[in-house]
Nanobody
């Protein structure tokens, strides 16, 4: 099964930046990729999305501050977060739609989550 490894979360002050990364294990292919976040007591929300042709989309709350990118050769996706605000505090999860090298099926795969905390 395809596995994802996330890194880059942490504690920063308001206005600072962080870069999250998400790397997939070996796969036969990667389609859509994205970042989601969840705050305790609230539903998970889509933060940023990038398609196989690198078309991107963002939640209104992060447009102009966050940038999603991918490198398929490295099986890696990044989320550059600038101008962080306290309301960005959440656990961030990466998502990948990938083709498993053993089952050859397209699966929805989630990372383990990484905490981002922004202090005011």
């Amino acid at each position: 099964q395809v596995q994802l490894v996330e890194s880059g979360g942490g504690l920063v002050h308001s206005g600072e930046s962080l870069r999250l990364s998400c790397t997939a294990s070996a796969t036969l292919g990667i389609a859509a990729m994205g970042w989601y976040r969840r705050v305790p007591g609230k539903q998970r929300e889509l933060v940023a999305f990038i398609s196989s042709d690198s078309t991107t989309d963002y939640a209104d709350s992060v447009k102009g501050r966050f940038t999603i990118s991918r490198d398929d050769a490295k099986r890696t996706m990044w989320l550059d977060m600038n101008g962080l605000k306290p309301e960005d505090t959440a656990v961030y999860y990466c998502y990948v739609r990938a083709k498993d090298s053993i089952t050859r099926t397209w699966d929805d795969v989630w990372g383990q989550g990484t905490q981002v905390t922004v202090s005011s």
